[in-house]
C-alpha cells in the first residue's frame, strides 16, 4: 500500500473556526451628532454676530450721515414754503422763522411738535399761544435729526430772539432765564401771562427725562395779533406731557425688531447653503427694513426732543 493511499492527519482539511466564538472586527469610533455638528453650530453663531454688528453699524451710520441730511432736506423744503405769505397755517404747515444771532439759529419751525414732525426742524407745540398772544412754546431736538437746539443751552441771558411768522410780522425777545428741569415741571407750557417765547429741548443722553427750557420775554413794540392767525389755546392741565407720541410708534418700534431679527436669521440659516449674493439679495432687504423701522421709531420711547 502506498502513501497516498493513507494519507496522513496532517494533509486533512482544517476544521472551520467557530463563528460563536469569532471576535467582531472592532467599528471606528463616530462622533455624537452634537459632536458632528458643532463646526456648523459655530459657524452659524458668527455669522449672527457679524450680521448683528453689521445690523448696529448700519444704524449708526444712517443715524449719523443720512438722517441728519433728510432733515436738512425738509428744512429746506419748509424754507421754500415760508416765502409764500399765509395768514392762517394748519398742523404740519411751516409757521414761523426763529433766529437766534448769538447761536447762529435761523430755523423755520413747523405747527405742531409731533415726533414725525420734530424730524425737520422745531415745532410750535399746539395748544400753545400764538407770538404776541401769549407763552409761545416752541420745542427741538437736542441730537438727532436736526438737532437745532444742540446749542441750545449755551445761549447767554440778554441775547436776543427773533420770530416771523408767515404773514410777515416781526416780534423781539430777550432771553431771561436758562434752566434745567424735570419732565415733570410741565407749568414752562402754560399758555397764559405776559408775551413770552420758551424753547426747550432735551438735556441729557437718550434716557434723560429732563428738559433745558429758555424763556425770552417780550420787548419793545409788538404788532397786533390779527384774529386770523390767532391760536386756540389749552389749559395748562390739557396739554398733556412734554412728549407726544401715539402708541402706534412703538407698534412700527416693535415691528422694525422683528424684521430686523428675521432678517439676521435668515443670513444665519441661509449662510453655507447658498451664494453669498443670493442671501444678500433674500434677507438683506428685510434687515436693512427692520433698521430702518427702529431708527424712525426710536422717538416710542426716547424723548422727542433728544
Known amino acids: 500500500m502506498s502513501l497516498l ?3 496522513s492527519p496532517a494533509s486533512e482539511p482544517a476544521p472551520s473556526p467557530d463563528p460563536v466564538n469569532e471576535p467582531l472586527p472592532e ?3 463616530t462622533p455624537s451628532d452634537a459632536a458632528s455638528d458643532s463646526p456648523s453650530t459655530s459657524r452659524r453663531a458668527r455669522v449672527a454676530v457679524v450680521a448683528l454688528i453689521v445690523g448696529l453699524l448700519a444704524l449708526w451710520a444712517i443715524d449719523v450721515y443720512l438722517v441728519p441730511s433728510a432733515a436738512r432736506v425738509r428744512q429746506q423744503h419748509w424754507s421754500d414754503e415760508f416765502q409764500i405769505a399765509k395768514s392762517k397755517v394748519r398742523p404740519g404747515d411751516p409757521a414761523l422763522l426763529l ?4 447761536l447762529r439759529l435761523n430755523e423755520v419751525v413747523v405747527k405742531g411738535a409731533t415726533p414725525g414732525l420734530l424730524r425737520g426742524g422745531p415745532g410750535w407745540r399746539e395748544g400753545s399761544a400764538s407770538p404776541g398772544d401769549g407763552n409761545t412754546v416752541v420745542l427741538g431736538r437736542s441730537t438727532r435729526w436736526s ?5 441750545l443751552r449755551d445761549v447767554p441771558k440778554g441775547s436776543s430772539v427773533f420770530v416771523q411768522t408767515r404773514d410777515g410780522r416781526v416780534y423781539t425777545y430777550r432771553v431771561t432765564s ?5 419732565s415733570g415741571r410741565i407749568s414752562a407750557m402754560d399758555p397764559a401771562g405776559a408775551s413770552r417765547m420758551t424753547l426747550i429741548t432735551s438735556a441729557g443722553g437718550p434716557f434723560d427725562t429732563r428738559r433745558v427750557v429758555v424763556v425770552a420775554k417780550a420787548i419793545g413794540a409788538q404788532p397786533e395779533v390779527p384774529k386770523a392767525f390767532q391760536e ?10 412734554f412728549d407726544e407720541r401715539s402708541a402706534g410708534g412703538l407698534l412700527l418700534l416693535l415691528s422694525g425688531f422683528v424684521v430686523a431679527g428675521l432678517g439676521v ?4 440659516e441661509m449662510t453655507g447653503r447658498y451664494r453669498t449674493s443670493t442671501v444678500v439679495v433674500v434677507a438683506g432687504p428685510a434687515l436693512v427694513l427692520g433698521v430702518v423701522l427702529v431708527l424712525f421709531n426710536l422717538d416710542a420711547f426716547l424723548p422727542i426732543t433728544y
Open 178 to 182: 436758562v434752566r434745567t428741569i424735570d
Open 5 to 7: 493511499d493513507n494519507p
Open 27 to 29: 467599528q471606528p469610533d
Open 99 to 102: 433766529q437766534i444771532p448769538t
Open 232 to 241: 386756540p389755546v389749552r389749559p395748562l392741565n390739557d396739554l398733556g406731557p
Open 147 to 151: 438737532h437745532s437746539f444742540n446749542r
Open 265 to 268: 436669521l435668515g443670513v444665519v
